[in-house]
């Protein structure tokens, strides 16, 4: 598994009032030891009632949890919403128009990066972070960690934490196994730092060649609609999923589904 120019650009955006910064600091620290904590959509950012917007954030606790419906249970999230997921980046032929379509829409996702193109393209991986996305993890090297002997995957985590830490500082929070090829001795190391696993809940086969925005987008909403929403899996580093995200994000909005921004409460 592993790239649609907006027509639309968002006006600048407004500063968050100070306290509002201080509360929504304050509700991060408690989200740590309450559980899962539901927070209001972000700061008001210039865009027009038509865009698709961030409905609201989610705040989950630093934990071993693991989530989406393909293998796990399910996010606490309500009907017709979805939590946006792209993995395999960054990559500078594609991401820089997911992004752009992103900022276009005033939607927020969560990035699960892949520690070796993190480390050749670290300015990109900094503009997904500072345009307010959720970064993660997806490996160092993408491979399919059950081959691998445990010491070999505990390496692999090593080393993608490593990047994450010396590009974006911090610790991260979230992992997705590449291919969704889970271990269990990976798993037991992931709950032993408190790091949460997300599969998902919807794919759409983004990462097949040959294949058109309306088509990736009637998958989309076939499946949305089939699974009632949860977490979409697309791949930022492909170009027709590039190409497609304006479509797909318009028919999201024109379908009444509603994003959802995933973050986690500091350590």
């Known amino acids: ?18 306290a509002s910064t201080l509360a929504m600091a304050t509700l991060l620290a408690l989200a740590g030891c309450a559980g899962p904590l539901a927070l209001p959509p972000p700061a008001a950012t210039g ?13 989950l ?21 979805v939590v946006l997921t792209f993995d395999d980046g960054p990559r500078p032929e594609a991401t820089p128009q997911v992004l752009q379509a992103l900022k276009a829409e005033c939607v927020r996702a969560t990035f699960f990066l892949i520690g070796e193109p993190l480390l050749r393209h670290p300015e990109l991986a900094r503009r997904i972070q500072a345009e307010g996305h959720t970064v993660a993890m997806h490996s160092f090297r993408h491979q399919s960690l059950p081959s691998l002997s445990p010491p070999d995957q505990r390496a692999d985590l090593q080393a993608m934490q490593q990047a994450h830490r010396s590009v974006l500082g ?8 590449p291919y969704l090829h889970e271990s269990d001795a990976l798993r037991e190391r992931l709950r032993e730092e408190r790091i949460t696993v997300l599969s998902t809940d919807v794919g759409i086969e983004d990462w097949q060649p040959g294949q058109s925005p309306a088509v990736l987008a009637d998958r989309l909403i076939a499946r949305l609609r089939e699974r009632g929403g949860g977490i979409v899996l697309l791949h930022d580093a492909m170009d027709q999923t590039a190409a497609a995200m304006p479509l797909l994000l318009r028919r999201l909005k024109d379908d009444g589904w509603r994003v959802v921004h995933l973050q986690w409460s500091p350590r």
């Open 1 to 18: 598994m592993t790239a649609g120019h907006a027509t639309r650009m968002p006006a600048p955006r407004s500063r968050r009032p100070l």
């Open 47 to 59: 865009c027009d009632a038509t865009a698709l917007g961030t409905h609201r954030t989610l705040v």
């Open 61 to 81: 606790p630093r934990e071993g949890a693991a989530y989406g419906r393909v293998q796990h249970g399910p996010l606490p999230l309500g009907p017709r919403e």
């Open 170 to 177: 911090g610790d991260p929070p979230a992992w997705r196994y």
